[in-house]
Every structure is written in structure tokens, then in C-alpha cells.
């Protein structure tokens, strides 16, 4: 920072458990990723290679050394895994993360029908030699999961060895916690926090509005994700109350 002012709230510092930002790297090409290292790296503590954006994507073993480099974890989208288990590939899938240098998994099954127990299956033998992320709620706006699913489905996941569980609401913003139009269904995130520990949820949040809530009600050190490239200095901005949306949230 180069300048500091009184009464900032404080934030983590990388390697950080708690407040959290995941970046979506959609497509990025070697020269933005070094360009997004050059303004961001220090703000920046996850990047997902969205979705299946990893096997078509130009010097990608070059971008997550890179990334990996900034000490920031990297690691595949969730829906790439599911790709290759629906086509029974699991194996394949392994090596492809292996093939990469990657210590990082999600885990997801917002597209396709996967039994939970297999699913935590995954978790517990992947959580035994790579840091595991796994992902809850579905990619359709019109399937809903009760409050209670949603606390069991995290609950069994982080017992099976998630470091943390994800709340989906895609890169759009308009499912899982949020209503199509974006509404934040807040109601079904207050439920959740009664029984799951904020610290160990990474809310998907790629709108605005939608981070500015998390703040407002979680604190500077909310971990949000699905953060776009060209958000990570606005967000932290959120954070400190360097915006309007936040202003008067820090002052004393």
C-alpha cells in the first residue's frame, strides 16, 4: 500500500485460510496473465481455468507456472471434471492434472448426476495428495436445493476432506445462492451460517452487488470467488471501504 490510512479493516495476508479471492481465468492469453501478475498478484488467491478452457488453451503449463509462481493456487474448473467422469475417464483425468503440475482439484456435480457417497469418495482419496475444493448447488436455475440439503451436502464434504466447500453461482451470478435475475437469496445464506463456518465456504460472487453484500454482512475477510480478472483491485477496494458501496462500513 502506499499510503496508509487510519482505520482500514485488516486483512489477511497471503498464505491466507481466511479472505479469500478465486479468479476466473476464461481464456486469459500468456500476456494478460502476466499483466494481471503485474497489477494483482498480492490480492489474488485462487485462479480456476473456467470450466473446460484448460485442454484448448494455448501455453497453459506456461500460465499456471506463472500463477504458481506468484504463490497462488491454480487449479481446473469443476465442470472439466465433470467431463471426463461422465465419460468414465477419471483416470485420465488424473494424469491430465498431473501432466500440468497441478496440487490443486475441484470437485463438482452441478451437471451431471453423480451419487454424493461417490462423490465424497472422490474427495476422500483426492484430499490424501492434492488441496481439494469441492462444489455445492447445481448449474440450473430451476433446481433447488433445500436449506438442509445444503448444509448436509457441505457438511459431508468437508468431513470428507475439503479444505474448502464452494456455494456455486456460476460466472453469470444466477444460480445456487442467487435467484436468476441475481437476487441474493439471503435467507438460504443466514441458514447455512448457522451450521457451517463462514471461514470454510468460498461464495462465488462475480457481481457487484453481490460482493458488497458478502462484506457487509461477513466482514472484509469473506472469501468470494469467481472474480473477474479485471475486478481483483475494485474488490479489494470493497474490502477496505475504498469505494462507495463500503465506504461507511470501516469508519470509526
Not at 485488516?10 to 494481471?36: C, H, P, Q
Not at 483416470?91 to 491430465?96: G, R, T, V
Not at 481439494?132 to 470428507?160: C, H, T
Not at 453469470?172 to 451450521?195: H, M, P
Request: some cysteine; charged content about 30%; hydrophobic content about 40%.
Amino acid at each position: 500500500m502506499i499510503f496508509k490510512l487510519k482505520n482500514l479493516p485488516k486483512r489477511s495476508k497471503k498464505n491466507r485460510n481466511v479472505g479469500l479471492t478465486m479468479v476466473m481465468d476464461k481464456g486469459l492469453s500468456f500476456r494478460e496473465a502476466e499483466d494481471l501478475m503485474e497489477s494483482s498478484s498480492d490480492f489474488i488467491d485462487i485462479i480456476k481455468l473456467g470450466f473446460g478452457t484448460a485442454i484448448i488453451s494455448n501455453k497453459i503449463k506456461e500460465k499456471i507456472q506463472l500463477y504458481k509462481k506468484n504463490n497462488i493456487k491454480v487449479h481446473l474448473g469443476g465442470t472439466l471434471f465433470e467431463a471426463f467422469i461422465a465419460r468414465n475417464m477419471f483416470d485420465e483425468y488424473i494424469d491430465f492434472i498431473k501432466k500440468i503440475n497441478l496440487d490443486t482439484i475441484e470437485i463438482s456435480d452441478g451437471s451431471i448426476e453423480l451419487r454424493h457417497e461417490k462423490k465424497c469418495d472422490y474427495i476422500s482419496k483426492l484430499s490424501k495428495k492434492f488441496t481439494v475444493f469441492s462444489e455445492v448447488g447445481y448449474k440450473k436455475s430451476n433446481r433447488i436445493l433445500a436449506p438442509s440439503k445444503w448444509i448436509q451436502l457441505m457438511k459431508d464434504e468437508l468431513n470428507a476432506g475439503s479444505w474448502k466447500v464452494i456455494a456455486e453461482a456460476r460466472e453469470s451470478g444466477t444460480v445456487g445462492v442467487f435467484r436468476k435475475d441475481g437476487e441474493i437469496r439471503s435467507d438460504l445464506i443466514e441458514e447455512i451460517l448457522t451450521k457451517i463456518p463462514n471461514d470454510k465456504i468460498l461464495w462465488e460472487a462475480p457481481k457487484k452487488d453481490q460482493q458488497v453484500w458478502f462484506i457487509k454482512l461477513m466482514g472484509a475477510n469473506v472469501n468470494l470467488g469467481n472474480i473477474d480478472p479485471k475486478s481483483v483491485i475494485p474488490l479489494e477496494c470493497l474490502r477496505l471501504g475504498l469505494r462507495g458501496d463500503t465506504f461507511h462500513q470501516f469508519l470509526k
